[in-house]
T-cell receptor
């Protein structure tokens, strides 16, 4: 089957420090998966943070970056210097080439940024 | 831009009760989805609909019915509410063939 693994359930980091959230994926049904990071800020709905559809490419948004690594089947999310406003739950997700299919989500990583 | 509206925001029901959750979108998207999120877990697909009057089962469809009477709305019915299905239900939509999905704010279901 297809799956996404986020190993950290909760991460606490100090403001201005760097952050990395790990994501690895596994798929038996999707030849060329698309990879996504979604984010839920407190009190808000789930929204797309960034996406990458080509292996080897990097996506970026709001200071976050993620590189699609097909060799290691990873899509880690990184930010060089976090702010309190980055406190949120981050979800890694896997999707197929064709639309109209479900996204496969990881369990989410709750990030708390302390001042 | 557009918006996805889910009603109600909070739904409380009795065990065994039939409950309906509603979703409306004004993106004019063709495809709509219902996901369920249990506490501390990722989202799992219940049903999706590629176009009006179409229904496709997801991995978690047992115990649920869905209805897509028109392009802008997608309803989900819990046929007999159980305490182990207390969760947040998320509706999403996308352009047919597109890979991005846009999510609503969710309905939190509590079963007494």
């Amino acid at each position: 089957g297809d799956s996404v693994t986020q190993t950290e359930g909760q991460v606490t980091v100090s403001e201005s420090k760097s952050l990395i959230i790990n994501c690895t994926y596994s798929t038996t049904s999707i030849a060329y998966p698309n990879l996504f990071w979604y984010v839920r800020y407190p009190g808000e709905g789930l929204q797309l943070l960034l996406k990458v559809i080509t292996a080897g490419q990097k996506g970026s948004s709001r200071g976050f970056e993620a590189t699609y690594n097909k060799e290691t089947t990873s899509f880690h999310l990184q930010k060089a210097s976090v702010q309190e406003s980055d406190s949120a739950v981050y979800y890694c997700a896997l999707g197929g080439r064709q639309g109209g299919r479900a996204l496969i989500f990881g369990t989410g990583t709750t990030v708390s940024v302390s001042p | 831009g557009g918006i996805i509206t889910q009603t109600p925001k909070f739904l409380i029901g009795q065990e065994g009760q039939k409950l309906t959750l509603k979703c409306q979108q004004n993106f004019n998207h063709d495809t709509m989805y219902w996901y369920r999120q249990d506490s501390g877990k990722g989202l799992r697909l219940i049903y999706y609909s590629i176009t009006e009057n179409d229904l496709q089962k997801g991995d978690l469809s047992e115990g649920y019915d869905a209805s897509r009477e028109k392009k802008s709305s997608f309803s989900l019915t819990v046929t007999s509410a159980q305490k182990n299905e207390m969760a947040v239900f998320l509706c999403a939509s996308s352009i047919q063939g597109a890979i991005e999905q846009y999510f609503g704010p969710g309905t939190r279901l509590t079963v007494l």
